[in-house]
T-cell receptor, first 114, second 111 residues
């Protein structure tokens, strides 16, 4: 069966520090991978998605970047965190083709920038 | 106007009640509709997944899609305290694999 791992679960970082959140998927090949941010009252905001190694699409211009160095690994990064980067970050995967595109989520990382 | 609108609640109901959760949407291209349940401090988990209009039942849960009205619902029968969570609707058009989520409705089932 497929599983998704996301870590760490919680993170407190000072303003201006770098960030690296990692997500890996097991039990499937060539998944579509997503990074979402969830803020109270705003629902899930898609930040990045990837349909393959090295292929990253950004949905919202901001202080973050994403990379996919391996088929089942997705990394969310920042060089310098801002206070506004605080939130609950979720990694998710889905499989093509079109008829099977429900997304499965990791457990999330709660990031607090202080 | 948001693509997907969902009442944030909170919605409090007594145990055993029938719960109705709803979303409206504006994009007529949406064809795939999902409901996710999210417990506090956890990632969302997929509850129901439906294609186009109609009803789909799974145990105590029934998902209903009315594409003509751009309105989807999730019904929970015989609600339990363990159903207390935030429920998010989600949808997409299929051609582009981006899922649009509602903001979620917080449900509390009182024992």
């Amino acid at each position: 069966s497929q599983t998704i791992h996301q870590w760490p679960a919680t993170l407190v970082q000072p303003v201006g520090s770098p960030l690296s959140l990692e997500c890996t998927v097991e039990g499937t090949s060539n998944p579509n991978l997503y990074w979402y941010r969830q803020a109270a009252g705003r629902g899930l905001q898609l930040l990045f998605y990837s349909v393959g190694i090295g292929q990253i699409s950004s949905e919202v211009p901001q202080n973050l970047s994403a990379s996919r160095p391996q088929d089942r690994q997705f990394i969310l990064s920042s060089k310098k965190l801002l206070l506004s980067d605080s939130g609950f970050y979720l990694c998710a995967w889905s499989l093509g083709p079109v008829m099977n595109t429900e997304a499965f989520f990791g457990q999330g990382t709660r990031l607090t920038v202080v | 106007q948001k693509e997907v609108e969902q009442d944030p609640g909170p919605l409090s109901v007594p145990e055993g009640a029938i719960v109705s959760l709803n979303c409206t949407y504006s994009n007529s291209a949406f064809q795939y509709f999902m409901w996710y349940r999210q417990y506090s401090r956890k990632g969302p988990e997929l509850l129901m997944y439906t294609y186009s209009s109609g009803n789909k039942e799974d145990g105590r849960f029934t998902a209903q899609v009315d594409k003509s009205s751009k309105y989807i619902s999730l019904f929970i029968r015989d609600s339990q305290p363990s159903d207390s969570a935030t429920y998010l609707c989600a949808m997409h058009s299929g051609g582009y694999q981006k899922v649009t989520f509602g903001t979620g409705t917080k449900l509390q089932v009182i024992p």
